[in-house]
């Protein structure tokens, strides 16, 4: 049975609940090793494909992730519909800890990360359409299953990609906000356009795990507050993304 649906899970996430007949698979990339071996395993009679994001003891920082060969595995293994699931600090209002947003644009704040399959010697370089980074097919789907599995989320926002691993200040959280964005993180970047080079529809669930610096509540972030938060809404993924399987994603 060929992979139908490819999960990335982000900080908190490491494993995903419930699969069956399940498979590791380590697979040898053209860019480099994957952050761990892909899990493979069946859920409610669709095979999909997990891949902890930071390695399974959560090993490998934000701009250490090797996304080239994270995005590339999935391609071999061949999945074409791929999702990220993020750890993310609110700045906007209404994003505070706990809730769940599917966003839907990206600024890219990252600096240095390799984040093109372009780059490699003899390999034509693609100028592709990233005018709408998550899949509008798939972000449509994922909004509707949450639905389907009575799961709130937000529709819409913009993710601000940081390079982390450190927090950001309020004075940067400030330009963020001016610039545009709703959410911050730092792992949202070149994730999403690799999967474009790929043909991968993608599309993000955005965990907040905090208040971004300076907003909410304006106190002082707290590493196990971001833990609990993050488990709370983690609890929300599986019910979505088995509701999203059973609206048959092919």
């Excluded at 100028?127 to 909004?143: G, N």
């Excluded at 304006?218 to 809404?233: C, D, F, N, P, Q």
Aim: aromatic fraction near 6%.
């Amino acid at each position: 049975m060929s992979v139908e649906l490819g999960l990335i899970g982000g900080t908190g996430l490491y494993s995903f609940a419930g699969l069956t007949n399940v498979t590791r698979v380590e697979i040898d990339t053209p860019f480099g090793s994957p952050s761990a071996a892909y899990v493979c395993g069946d859920l409610d009679g669709h095979r999909v494909a997990f891949l902890a994001r930071h390695g399974e003891s959560h090993t490998i920082a934000p701009h250490r992730v090797n996304y080239r060969a994270n995005v590339y595995g999935f391609n071999q293994l061949g999945c074409r519909q791929l999702i990220g699931i993020n750890a993310v600090g609110g700045i906007r209002n209404d994003m505070g800890p706990r809730v769940v947003v599917i966003p839907e644009q990206i600024i890219d704040y990252t600096d240095g990360r390799l984040s093109s399959f372009s780059d490699m010697p003899e390999t034509k370089v693609e100028h592709i359409d990233f005018s709408h980074p998550y899949t509008p097919r798939l972000r449509a789907r994922l909004l509707a299953a949450a639905a389907q599995a009575e799961v709130e989320v937000i529709n819409g926002g913009c993710y601000g990609a940081t390079q982390g691993p450190r927090l950001e200040t309020v004075a940067e959280i400030a330009r963020l906000r001016r610039d545009g964005c709703d959410l911050v993180g730092m792992t949202g970047m070149p994730e999403a356009v690799l999967a474009r080079e790929l043909g991968l529809d993608y599309a993000c669930i955005a965990l907040i795990a905090n208040w971004a610096a300076g907003c909410g509540d304006k106190g002082e972030i707290s590493i196990e507050e971001i833990y609990a938060h993050l488990a709370a809404a983690t609890a929300h993924v599986a019910p979505v993304i088995r509701a999203l399987l059973a609206m048959n994603l092919r």
